[in-house]
């Protein structure tokens, strides 16, 4: 039976050709908190349709940004810098300028500075390169701070070097944002505590 002899408005497969109403879920992701016996919904979310602008690359708050660089530090107490070096670059701008104190403490004193890289793929061949030397790296973080833009974190690193002697300060290391991700890393020493 061709499409046209007695289906009226139906389509080859049987279909109407009439827009279907959008499809809507009863089923919220929401969670539910029982209190006592009564229980009541979290979801105070609106629903979305084809209509709602999105935001795209939307920047972080500034909270996120501190969870962000305590999350790199749990991974460096738990995997070690290359693991956390890792996880930082992947909330770091492809260009970050990054100050290290480890490539600082590798300088013979007084040898010049040689601790400013740039770009994340520069970064991450150092630290490969410095775990590939046997170089030891223990750093502790004390404090977090917010400063506008900047998390700035309160600590102390020690850098073995494989002849066995060291690098070690009390430091302050700062993390600059742009838009969500890290544009600029530096360090300065600190003193007291």
């Not at 879920?25 to 999105?54: F, I, K, M, P, Y």
């Not at 290290?100 to 013979?108: C, F, I, K």
């Not at 500075?113 to 030891?136: K, L, Y």
Request: proline content about 5%; aromatic content about 6%; charged content about 30%.
């Amino acid at each position: 039976m061709a499409p046209s002899e007695g289906s009226g408005s139906r389509g080859d497969r049987g279909h109407t050709n009439e827009p279907r109403p959008a499809a809507r879920s009863r089923l919220s992701l929401a969670v539910t908190l029982r209190l006592g016996s009564a229980a009541s919904s979290c979801d105070t979310r609106r629903v979305t349709n084809s209509h709602d602008e999105l935001a795209v690359n939307r920047p972080a708050s500034p909270e996120r940004n501190l969870v962000a660089i305590q999350k790199v530090w749990e991974i460096f107490e738990a995997s070690g810098p290359l693991a956390a070096a890792e996880e930082l670059m992947k909330i770091s701008h492809e260009n970050v300028e990054i100050r290290s104190y480890v490539a600082r403490g590798l300088v013979p004193p007084g040898e010049g500075e040689g601790d400013v890289m740039r770009g994340r793929e520069e970064f991450m061949a150092f630290m490969r390169r410095t775990t590939d030397d046997g170089v030891s790296v223990k750093a502790r973080a004390r404090s977090f701070d917010l400063e506008g833009d900047t998390v700035a974190v309160r600590g102390s690193a020690r850098v073995v070097r494989p002849d066995g002697s060291f690098a070690e300060a009390k430091l302050r290391w700062t993390y600059r944002f742009r838009d969500g991700l890290v544009d600029e890393i530096n360090w300065e020493p600190r003193a007291g505590d």
